[in-house]
T-cell receptor, first 117, second 112 residues
Framework: AQTVTQSQPEMSVQEAETVTLSCTYD???????LFWYKQPPSRQMILVIR??????QNATENRFSVNFQKAAKSFSLKISDSQLGDAAMYFC??????????????FGTGTRLQVTL | DGGITQSPKYLFRKEGQNVTLSCEQN?????MYWYRQDPGQGLRLIYY???????QKGDIAEGYSVSREKKESFPLTVTSAQKNPTAFYLC???????????FGSGTRLTVV
């Protein structure tokens, strides 16, 4: 079974600084997708960024980027120029590919990010 | 605007009562999911459905039931057999795997 591990329950960053959230996963599959979701205090889950395993290039979305190390099964999220609105729980998630329309997401336990002035 | 609507936002029930959580989507997504969220445990899959009139158990299906009579709707019933039902419940839907899920805003269920 696939597992996703987030070893940092809490992280803190100063406004305008950069922070990296860690995620490792375990799978025997070669085709899969990885995601980072943000859950602010409203508890709405928001997709931050996604990465296809077959792509070597790391995904980037504005201030958010990932460091995808397939051999090491590592998928970290870097947030640059941190803003107060980035404060939230961040979940790493894994999904198998080639499974038709329904394929479950396996989530890590989350990292709570605090942003300080 | 397209999206997923979960209702109600807060729900209180007495122990031993069944309760049904609503999830409706107008995204024309085939697949729908129910997750449970507890502090420190991330999200755990309860049930999912790929098409109408078909659904599969997830990792923690015991004490829950679902139906999928319409593409747009995927209600979750928390039965009296669920030993610890107090939690935050999230409904989601998806298109092909690489786009991830779209989530509803959740229902907080408290059983007293």
């Amino acid at each position: 079974a696939q597992t996703v591990t987030q070893s940092q329950p809490e992280m803190s960053v100063q406004e305008a600084e950069t922070v990296t959230l860690s995620c490792t996963y375990d799978t025997s599959e070669s085709d899969y997708y990885l995601f980072w979701y943000k859950q602010p205090p409203s508890r709405q889950m928001i997709l931050v960024i996604r990465q296809e395993a077959y792509k070597q290039q790391n995904a980037t979305e504005n201030r958010f980027s990932v460091n995808f190390q397939k051999a090491a099964k590592s998928f970290s999220l870097k947030i640059s120029d941190s803003q107060l609105g980035d404060a939230a729980m961040y979940f790493c998630a894994y999904r198998r590919g080639n499974t038709g329309t329904a394929s479950k997401l396996t989530f890590g336990t989350g990292t709570r990010l605090q942003v300080t002035l | 605007d397209g999206g997923i609507t979960q209702s109600p936002k807060y729900l209180f029930r007495k122990e031993g009562q069944n309760v049904t959580l609503s999830c409706e989507q107008n995204l024309n997504h085939d697949a729908m999911y129910w997750y449970r969220q507890d502090p420190g445990q991330g999200l755990r899959l309860i049930y999912y459905s790929q098409i109408v009139n078909d659904f599969q158990k997830g990792d923690i299906a015991e004490g829950y039931s679902v139906s999928r009579e319409k593409k747009e709707s995927f209600p979750l019933t928390v039965t009296s057999a669920q030993k610890n039902p107090t939690a935050f419940y999230l409904c989601a839907s998806s298109i092909p795997p690489n786009y991830g899920y779209t989530f509803g805003s959740g229902t907080r269920l408290t059983v007293v």
